[in-house]
């Protein structure tokens, strides 16, 4: 087992056809066994070994997007042991834009499985420190590749029903994804609860309440609030502490610098963290869910 770098967040990682490397992971984040794996591969050729069927629209994905933030949940193969996809008959594959992850995988040969690298229900680690600081000394090693450059989660899209429909906003925006394919079906978080349970709705989440918010609340005097917001207050004085996420409003750097100022705040003894919504565009819809799920109890 080892956690590497990926472009999106750190992963924990373990040969996908080794059912016991892949308990270990499960163990050590202590996550349930009904939530699947993705599975990391070096290309689109290894990717279709893993597969009983490539649908055209998957491939023209694949050949556009990766590696990249994108993940393809796909009828699977044989050689991928139960576990790794909580046996459903599908499974969930990228190729990750990382030299350090496809180093990993091509120098071991084998397709790795790899959830984010944090504990179930947690905020995800964009940084080997993260990892070192909340998985500890349960993981063997740390591969150290620097801070992610997209910082959320891969785009997650199914074929199991034949058409795409997107299971997870994440780091490829659904905008880019229907240039190439046209409409893809969104998934109510309901429906794909018990198919993808990455839509739980508390997820991603810090220890500190955290509350999203479309417009500026009223605060209760004497509550140490912190504020979450794209870009800088009007006004920061009612706030003990403020994470703007991009000076310039752009929502890529936004993405980046998400998980790292949610953990900034949460590390400052507050009653209460206020988030505010971004616009619902291109990477802020992976955005505004990842601020949903984490202020959800
Ligand atoms: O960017 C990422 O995707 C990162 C890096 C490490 O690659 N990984 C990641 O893994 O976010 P994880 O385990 O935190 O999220 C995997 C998501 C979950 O929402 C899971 O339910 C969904 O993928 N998933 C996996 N296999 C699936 C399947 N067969 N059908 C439907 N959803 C699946
Ligand atoms: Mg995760």
């Known amino acids: ?48 070994i893993l597969v009983l069927k490539f649908p055209d629209l998957a491939f023209k994905l694949a050949d556009r997007f990766w590696p990249g933030p994108l993940t393809l949940v796909l009828p699977k193969a044989k050689s991928i042991p139960d576990i ?4 459903l008959p599908s499974v969930a594959i990228r190729v990750p834009n990382h030299p350090m992850a496809l180093a990993l995988i091509q120098e071991s040969g084998r397709p790795i499985a790899a959830p ?3 504990p179930f229900g947690q905020v995800s680690p964009t940084t080997s420190h993260h990892v070192r600081k909340s998985l500890g000394d349960k ?9 992610c450059q997209v910082g959320v989660e891969s785009t997650v899209i199914s074929f199991t029903d034949g058409h795409p429909v997107l299971l997870r906003p994440g780091g490829l925006s659904l ?15 309901a429906a794909s609860a018990p198919q993808s349970p990455g839509q739980l709705e508390r997820h991603y989440a810090p220890r500190t309440p955290l509350r999203l918010v479309t417009q500026w609340p009223s605060l209760t005097p004497g509550q140490k609030v912190g ?14 502490a403020v994470e703007i996420l991009s000076q310039s409003g752009d929502l890529r750097e936004a993405a980046a610098n998400l998980f790292a100022a949610m953990r900034r705040l949460d590390e400052q003894g507050l009653d209460l963290i206020i988030a505010l919504a971004v616009p619902p565009e291109g990477l ?10 984490a202020g959800h109890f």
């Not at 790794?84 to 046996?87: C, F, G, Q, R």
């Not at 819809?285 to 949903?292: Q, S, V």
């Open 1 to 48: 087992m080892v956690a590497f770098p990926t472009e999106t967040v750190y992963g924990l990682g373990a040969d996908a056809t080794n059912p016991l490397a892949v308990a270990r992971i499960f163990e050590v984040k202590n996550r349930p066994q009904f939530d699947p794996l993705i599975v990391h591969v070096a290309d689109l050729r290894q990717a279709e």
């Open 84 to 87: 790794v996809t909580s046996a």
């Open 116 to 118: 984010s690298a944090n």
């Open 139 to 147: 993981v063997d090693f740390i591969l150290d590749g620097g801070p």
């Open 175 to 189: 905008e880019e994804i229907e240039k190439v394919i046209g409409p893809v079906e969104i998934a109510s978080p």
């Open 227 to 240: 504020l979450l917001t794209l870009l800088p207050p009007m006004d920061f004085s009612p706030f003990t």
């Open 284 to 293: 802020g819809r992976a955005i505004n869910d990842r601020l949903t799920r």
